[in-house]
């Protein structure tokens, strides 16, 4: 069996392959590991595809998947989760400065530290202050919406079980948040280590500042899809709830105060004159308008959700 798969996402890193791989054979063959290299070419305009073709020519342990467009990051990790079969999944990337000298350590604390997913942290960075200081921000707001404590989320540097990768669907910019959706299909052993992190050696990054823009609006997203996807009710029928309780009591507080003035003798305004009552009406409307879409959604919910939606750990089955 195969104990390491090694999965490296690659868009426009020609020069770097070459030493990327062999400083994996050398780490790995040191420490005496079975392994496979998948490189998922993501549409690379430069030779990279090229390159990993030979590299696979020379090399039996890599397989190589190649795109015909730029897919993102995602797309290229989700299609090498489907590919491994090793007992310990890591992911890298291949610019160099992840270190493969980590791989070894990674797989001890998945197999004999028995956790689900390590997340790398780079603690001391070789990135300028405009990544450093949003990362930072980014990485605080994810921890406090998650409850994970990890430093570093977007670490690309990271090793799971290989159940895990096969329970988890990733997609768009959602690979920031794998540990995120690990937990919430009950994978909750999730682990960090400081790993080192090495100056860019050739080419230039290929993510730029709208990228804590973009991870934002995915945290947004893939906690409120991961939270209610088979409960909606939960989510619109208490807000629709909330709505037409506030309508319906500005509305019975504009009718009593219309009927002591009366009684009383004070002039009072129509309640049709009033602003508050056509924000009362709107609040009515928008409240059953938001609970009819939570019955809607968790009607279909209810006859759309697969049996293998759910992550069965073990099973038995006592025959007498």
């Given amino acids: 069996m195969i104990q390491v798969s090694i999965i490296i996402p690659v868009y426009n890193e020609e020069e770097s ?32 595809w090229e390159v990993i073709q030979s590299l696979a020519r020379e090399n039996g342990h890599i397989k ?25 999944v ?26 689900d997913i390590v997340s790398g942290w780079k603690r001391k960075r070789y990135d300028p202050f405009t990544k450093t200081i949003p990362s930072r921000f ?21 090793a799971y079980r290989n159940k895990v990768v ?38 230039t990054t290929k993510f730029g500042l709208e990228r804590f823009v973009h991870g934002f609006l995915d945290l947004i997203s893939v906690s409120f899809v991961n939270r209610y996807k088979k409960k909606p009710m939960h989510f619109f029928g208490t807000l629709g709830t909330l709505s037409f309780l506030s309508g319906f009591l500005i509305t019975c507080w504009l009718i009593f105060e219309k009927i002591y003035g009366l ?46 939606d759910y992550n069965i750990d073990e099973e038995l089955n006592f025959i007498n």
């Fill in 166 to 203: 096969k329970q988890i669907h990733i997609y768009g910019e959602m690979h920031r948040y794998i540990p995120l959706i690990a937990k919430w299909n009950g994978f909750s052993k999730i682990g960090e280590k400081a790993v080192e992190h090495r100056a860019r050696k050739y080419g």
């Fill in 90 to 115: 890591i992911t890298m990337d291949a610019d160099l400065q992840d270190s493969p000298d980590e791989i070894p350590e990674l797989y001890n604390m998945v197999v004999k530290g028995g956790f």
């Fill in 17 to 48: 392959l070459p030493e990327l791989t062999e400083w994996i054979s050398r780490v790995v063959v040191k420490n005496k590991l079975t392994y496979e290299v998948i490189f998922i070419n993501d549409g690379s305009s430069d030779s990279s």
């Fill in 263 to 308: 009684h009383k003798g004070i002039f009072v305004r129509e309640i049709t004159d009033q602003p508050l009552f056509f924000l009362s009406l709107v609040a009515l409307i928008v409240g059953v308008q938001l609970f009819l879409t939570g019955f809607l959604a968790e009607m279909m919910t209810s006859t759309s959700t697969p049996k293998n």
């Fill in 138 to 158: 980014f990485n605080g707001v994810t921890r406090m919406i998650s409850g994970i404590k990890l430093h570093d989320f977007n670490c690309g540097l990271k």
């Fill in 64 to 88: 190589a998947v190649g795109f015909s467009r730029n897919y993102g990051k995602s797309a290229a990790l989700d299609i090498g989760f489907s590919k491994a079969i090793g007992e310990v």
